[in-house]
């Protein structure tokens, strides 16, 4: 079955501890990898699109990375502003044609 | 601000009740999407529209429905309510297709009692 998990379910951080989060997945034939941002009961804002193995983004102090079976998200030197759930979701151009989230990671940013 | 607009915010209803959510999509962005989020399942998609035909389908239940009108606007409409349908319901907007980002609304609350 076509999976994404993310790890870890849980980051606490201090600010300025620079950290990885996760994304793993099993879909073949990867269409695309995006990572979005939740804040508690609004709505996922996009962060970042990847579209093949190699690729890099980044944005302020995020930047996401690419393999062939994971992706990362790097936070440099965190502020507690980035305190936040961080989603993964990937499109495999399966017969839904749509995305796969991951229950992502809650970041805790401690001042 | 996504450029997404979902109303209402917030719902309560009671079990057996029919409720119908609204949303605009971002301006020029042809397809719609609608996401299920509850605490123990994560996002969930349920049903995209593309310049109002159906495109696809997810774990949507045969108890909701969608459209999507000719101004591009959709609705979800949600049947029979049940408990467990109380979530946070999510549509989604994009250029064309799922290949392309999706820019998320606000979200409506449906508490059912």
């Known amino acids: 079955e076509d999976q994404v998990t993310q790890s870890p379910e849980a980051l606490r951080l201090q600010e300025g501890e620079s950290s990885s989060l996760n994304c793993s997945y099993t879909?073949?034939?990867?269409?695309?990898l995006f990572w979005y941002r939740q804040d508690p009961g609004k709505g996922p804002e996009f962060l970042f699109t990847?579209?093949?193995a190699g690729e890099e983004k980044e944005k302020e102090r995020l930047k996401a990375t690419l393999t062939k079976k994971e992706s990362f998200l790097h936070i440099t030197a965190p502020k507690p502003e980035d305190s936040a759930t961080y989603l993964c979701?990937?499109?495999?151009?399966?017969?839904?044609?749509?995305?796969?989230f991951g229950k992502g990671t809650k970041l805790s940013v401690k001042p | 601000d996504s450029g997404v607009t979902q109303t209402p915010k917030h719902l309560i209803t009671a079990t057996g009740q029919r409720v119908t959510l609204r949303c605009s999509p971002r301006?020029?962005?042809?397809?719609v999407y609608w996401y299920q989020q509850s605490l123990d399942q994560g996002l969930q998609f349920l049903i995209q529209?593309?310049?109002?035909?159906?495109?696809a389908k997810g774990n949507i239940l045969e108890r909701f429905s969608a459209q999507q009108f000719p101004d591009l606007h959709s609705e979800l409409n949600l049947s029979s309510l049940e408990l467990g349908d109380s979530a946070l319901y999510f549509c989604?907007?994009?250029?064309?297709?799922?290949?392309?980002?999706?820019?998320f609304g606000p979200g409506t609350r449906l508490t059912v009692l």
């Open positions: 989604a907007s994009s250029i064309v297709s799922s290949y392309n980002e999706q820019f």
């Open positions: 529209y593309y310049n109002g035909e159906e495109r």
């Open positions: 990847l579209y093949s």
């Open positions: 879909v073949s034939g990867l269409r695309g």
């Open positions: 301006s020029g962005d042809l397809s």
């Open positions: 979701a990937v499109n495999y151009g399966g017969s839904q044609g749509n995305l796969i």
